[in-house]
Nanobody, 120 residues
Framework: QVQLAESGGGLVQAGGSLTLSCAAS????????MQWYRQAPGNQRELVAG???????GYRDSVKGRFTISRDNAKNMVYLQMNSLKPEDTAVYYC??????????????WGQGTQVTVSS
């Protein structure tokens, strides 16, 4: 069992930055693929970024060059650094974990989410 807890969301102006954090509990964190999803009102949940156990990363096209996912296996933490934020980045952001696989592998565990609001 893996439990995930996100933090770091908030209100920011367009062009600003935020860093989201995800604290994971449970064994074998270093073996999990970790991901960030987001869901805006009326939209489907979408995969934003992922990082495999080996450190390979992947991003959806709309955030490439602006967002960076990273992990600290010693602390069981995953981060999402978000720069040059746009109003369309406004959503609830969720931390997720897949048991293994590439950055886009299907998730098995899911956090409660943290709200990110970008004002224009």
């Amino acid at each position: 069992q893996v439990q995930l807890a996100e933090s770091g969301g908030g209100l920011v102006q367009a062009g600003g930055s935020l860093t989201l954090s995800c604290a994971a509990s449970g064994r074998s964190f270093s073996m999990n693929t970790m991901q960030w999803y987001r869901q805006a009102p009326g939209n489907q949940r979408e995969l934003v970024a992922g990082i495999s156990s080996g450190g390979s990363t992947g991003y959806r096209d709309s955030v490439k060059g602006r967002f960076t996912i990273s992990r600290d296996n010693a602390k069981n933490m995953v981060y999402l650094q978000m720069n040059s934020l746009k109003p369309e980045d406004t959503a609830v952001y969720y931390c997720a974990a897949a048991l293994r696989g590439s950055w886009s592998a299907p998730y098995v565990y899911w956090g409660q989410g943290t709200q990110v609001t970008v004002s224009s």
